[in-house]
């Protein structure tokens, strides 16, 4: 999974007080683009078209060297008097957040899109932002295998801590403009003293698993999502949402699979957890059964689909389900446990396997 990335460490423990040096690595957005140095390596990869770019670029293995965050500007490299703010340290290496005000001013220009910035064409016109650099979105360099797994997660992670600091600016309470608390992560309110902290959703992700008597075989319950939700993931997925206030992660399971699919289920066990930082989330992966006595002419579970949420819902064995095209999810690994019948159904849980037993089933799924 995404945040399996040892022998990398990203320590997010909040120092205050820090100051960079000139070598300091910088993290800077703008929206969900984020700078990145522009290498031949990016470039080469950005310009490969998606059939031919590598299916296995998601595996375990981190070919960085430690402390190699050469992928980030420096803060020697950043336009002067920029206003930066410590972050965490990744692999001892203390990583920093800038707000560049030059940046501000070139995505005002008109006629200039950053969302598509590592497209060659766009180049030329990014090169006015910094000598170097180039904006990419986070989707479009996991999705163009621009970086490494160990760096993606730091830039996830950073994502989150940006959106933090710019959605608080103000305080929602009486709307002053927050500042800094000099003892610890947190934005202070000058006027009425809130202070907020950073907030973590918990959603939570459901394998809902079935014994098919008629065709004596194991399948579980695959969606896509729609489009209309907004979402262009276009593979397949596990039932997902948002825990709600005044819910246990128990009932969330059961309300989510309920609205999605229109089953109930039963066995309820936890697997394992995931942060998510590009939509705030702490995701919980649960696997359970289906509790159903209407089946279908093939004896599967009759499938209710909230059409406003999914495409598809479908029940497939093993051999017949396609995994997704990295390994970063928690999805993905509830799902490859499945397609390797690691596990059948929840009453198998825990499992006994420990990372490099996992990466070894990513290594035989993904060739
Ligand atoms: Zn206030």
């Known amino acids: 999974m995404i945040q399996d990335i040892a022998p990398h460490f990203l320590n997010n423990h909040f120092e205050p007080g820090k100051e960079p040096s000139p070598d300091s690595p910088v993290v800077c957005f703008n929206g969900k683009d984020v700078l990145l140095r522009y290498d031949e390596k990016a470039a080469q990869n950005a ?17 960085t060297p430690v402390g190699d965050l050469h992928f980030l500007p420096t803060y020697g490299e950043i336009p002067e008097d920029t206003n930066v703010r410590f972050l965490f340290t990744y692999d001892g290496v203390d990583v920093y957040r800038a707000k560049l005000s030059v940046l501000e001013r070139a995505h005002n220009e008109p006629g200039i899109d950053y969302g598509d910035a590592l497209v060659v064409v766009n180049k030329a016109m990014n090169r006015k932002v910094m000598e170097g650099f180039l904006f990419d979105s986070i989707r479009d360099i996991r999705q163009r295998v621009i970086l ?8 996830m992670t950073a994502l989150q801590l940006n959106n933090w600091y710019v959605d608080n600016k103000y305080c929602g309470r009486c709307g002053t403009v927050t500042v800094h608390s000099p003892r610890e992560r947190a934005l202070v309110c000058p006027e009425c003293h809130r202070t907020i902290y950073p907030r973590i959703l918990p959603a939570v992700i459901v394998a809902v698993t079935q014994y098919n008597k008629q065709e004596d075989k194991h399948k579980i319950l695959l969606t896509k999502y729609s489009p209309k939700t907004g979402h262009a993931f276009p593979y397949y997925a596990l039932v997902a949402g948002f825990t709600e206030i005044g819910e246990t992660l128990e009932e969330c399971v059961q309300r989510e699979v309920m609205e999605e699919t229109g089953l109930k289920v ?3 066990r936890y697997y394992k957890s995931q942060p998510w930082g590009v939509v705030d989330d702490l995701l919980m992966g649960f696997y359970c059964e289906a509790d159903s006595d209407e089946l279908d002419d093939k004896g599967d579970p009759v499938i209710h689909l909230d059409e406003n949420e999914l495409r598809t819902g479908v029940w497939l064995t093993p051999n017949e389900m396609t995994l997704q095209p990295d390994a970063y999810s928690l999805t993905n690994e509830m799902m490859l446990l499945f397609k390797s019948e690691n596990i059948h159904s929840p009453e198998e849980l825990p499992l006994p396997l420990e990372r490099k037993d996992i990466e070894a089933l990513e290594r035989e799924f993904y060739k």
Request: glycine letters at 0%; charged letters at 30%; zero cysteines.
């Open 47 to 63: 310009s490969l078209e998606p059939e031919e770019r590598p299916v296995n670029f998601a595996l375990a293995e981190s070919h």
């Open 148 to 155: 490494e797994k160990n760096q993606v997660f730091l830039l």
């Open 266 to 268: 039963k066995n309820i």
